[in-house]
């Protein structure tokens, strides 16, 4: 196939947060999330117009002119249509509707049940680097999310921990990272463990906590887990 120069769509993975955001504002559905990060499906599917650069609020999407195949336009346009009929025959885990059969019971206050919540405020936005519980902490990042769908949580996650909760796809990734990294810098964390749920904006709180201890220079252990829309854990990693 005869190569050209044309513009192209670059994406800049260390601004991405996968919020996917940018996925339905390419007319030819030219752009998807792979791995909590916007991918380009194929270059021949990508008209180079750049419609998707304003709605990516990380400033991670860009045009550049490059040597590429030509643009398939009635490629691209029966790609486009088939992906909205998958979409539509299965939509994203993320916006589907989904009910969980639980076995009713009565709710009943158990003594040992009790709170493991060692600190207060929790969110990221209303906590102060100089928080005492911060010093030589065992850090929890929690997506909002899982904090719900996981029942286990108290027992499992927050005993003996310091928690942080964020929502990494409707709060400021920048700012949120900043923030996480004033609080590891004045403070000795011992290690991170991160809670995100499996649906592609979830992920984005990954690269997110990694900037930050980043920015650290610091070497500090990392856990993290997946936990599933049906408040399952799907995977561990570090």
Known sequence: MKMLQRLMIQIDEKKCNGCGLCVPNCEEAALQIVDGKAKLVAEKYCDGLGACLGHCPQGALSLEEIET???????????????????????????QALVHDREETEIVVEPSKNSQL?????????????????????LLIVADCAGLSYAGIHEDFLKGKTTIMICPKFEDYATNSSQLSLIMKANDIQDVTVLHMEVPCCKGLINMVRDAIFQTGKRIPIKIYEIGVKGNIRGISS
């Open 69 to 95: 195949v030509p643009f398939d336009e009635k490629g691209a346009k029966e790609f486009a249509e088939s992906s909205r009929r998958e979409n539509m025959e299965s939509p994203c885990i993320g916006g």
């Open 118 to 138: 060692r600190q207060w405020p929790i969110k990221l936005k209303l906590i102060s680097p100089q928080h005492p519980a911060l010093r030589q902490a065992n």
